[in-house]
């Protein structure tokens, strides 16, 4: 295995590692700047490979904010490795999920960012978005890159596969058949309007965890993945409810 490097918008890089025997990609995104910023840490078995892709770019000792989307394994499994490796580094994630979680999993005290607090790194500003449940997880959210209208999305739009680093190619097709494997996605009233509010940022790139970076028409791509949850949503609705009785 190896981690490649790609830059999929100006000065943010994805650093991605492709696993062939569970066919699945973990990417992380470098955003190099005068306070560097590196959103998803990676599992742990992964951080040798990782932070040595980091160090081809730059000093890993340089990193300041660790940040990533929710508490699990593949989006925050070695934060106390980074955290060991750049000691000037914070890990910043949403308030709620500080309080409920990384406040005690972090080896020092992180930032509790509101929803809408910016990161500024220099020449770049990084907006917190809270989107509990969306895709899942109580303490979810995003960031997106003001400076570069990218939205790093996490596990939105999750593929099965080794994918390039950046695609114009629609990614819905890839993203259902992931879901329709893994079931991850909470579906809820709030599922959709969530995705059509990050749909009115009008993203240019959208930064995939797993699976390519894209390029095509993002806010149609966000827009596309809402109503495909909608309807799905609509099903299960309809499937718990089960056939109405007739009226006497």
């Given amino acids: 295995m190896e981690t490649q490097i790609g830059e999929i918008a100006s000065g943010i890089y994805r650093l991605s590692t492709y696993i062939p025997e569970a066919d699945f990609m973990f990417n992380q995104f470098l955003v190099v700047d005068e306070e560097p910023l590196l959103f998803h840490t990676g599992l742990r078995a992964l951080f040798p490979l990782v932070s040595a892709a980091v160090s081809q770019i730059m000093p890993v000792e340089q990193l300041r904010w660790i940040t990533f989307g ?3 394994a593949d989006e925050c499994g070695s934060m106390n490795l980074w955290l060991a ?20 999993l972090a080896d020092r005290l992180p930032r509790a960012l509101q929803d809408g607090e910016v990161i500024e790194t220099g020449s770049h500003r990084l907006r917190r978005i809270e989107t509990p449940h969306v895709p899942h997880g109580w303490d979810a959210g995003l960031f997106y890159d003001e400076s570069t209208s990218t939205l790093l999305c996490g596990d939105l739009f999750t593929a099965i596969g080794k994918s390039p680093t950046q695609t114009a190619h629609e990614i819905i097709g890839p993203a259902l058949a992931a879901e329709d494997t893994f079931g991850a996605t909470c579906l809820t009233p709030a599922t959709a309007p969530t995705l059509r509010s990050l749909a009115e940022l009008e993203p240019q790139t959208l930064g995939l965890m797993h699976g390519p970076s894209y390029a095509g028409d993002c806010a149609q791509a966000l827009r596309d993945l809402a109503g ?16 109405r009785l007739p009226m006497d």
């Fill in 70 to 72: 929710h508490v699990e």
């Fill in 85 to 104: 490796a750049a000691p000037h580094a914070q890990v910043a994630h949403g308030a709620m999920g500080c309080t409920v979680s990384v406040n005690d």
């Fill in 228 to 243: 495909a949850y909608e309807v799905r949503l609509e099903a299960e609705g309809a499937r718990w409810q089960g056939p």
